[in-house]
């Protein structure tokens, strides 16, 4: 059965940086499109980023542009988003997912929601001075 959990969430400054795992189990991650999603109290989960299938595209929400990166470990069956120059409306649930079969494309990934079918329970990042 395809899983993801995610790691790494925590209680920091602005400014700071955090690394979220994303560990798959039942697949293999290096062939998988697999995305990054925030959920804020009251709020919709957005798309922030995704990487595809080939590893070679990966797209990220504007707001986090620059600031965040997206990567793999096949190694280790684990995609990482490394997140830098936290600010406090970065404060969410931070969630991975992969895509339903027919979302799912070599060389493409997409940030909406309604693509995404495997979800795991997220962590929590929460940035405060």
């Known amino acids: 059965q395809l899983q993801l959990e995610e790691s790494g969430g925590g209680l920091l400054q602005p400014g700071g940086s955090l690394r979220l795992s994303c560990a798959g189990s039942g697949f293999l991650v290096e062939y998988s499109t697999i995305g990054w999603f925030r959920q804020a109290p009251g709020k919709e989960r957005d798309g922030i980023s995704c990487?595809?299938?080939?590893?070679?595209?990966?797209n990220y929400a504007e707001s986090v542009k620059g600031r965040f990166t997206i990567s793999r470990d096949s190694a280790k069956n684990t995609v990482y988003l490394q997140m830098n120059n936290l600010k406090p409306e970065d404060s969410a649930q931070y969630f991975c997912?992969?895509?339903?079969?027919?979302?799912?494309?070599?060389?493409?990934?997409?940030?909406?929601?309604?693509?995404?079918?495997?979800w795991g329970l997220g962590t929590q990042v929460t940035v405060q001075g």
């Open positions: 997912a992969a895509p339903y079969p027919w979302a799912s494309a070599d060389n493409m990934c997409l940030m909406t929601r309604d693509d995404y079918a495997y």
């Open positions: 990487t595809s299938k080939d590893g070679v595209t990966t």
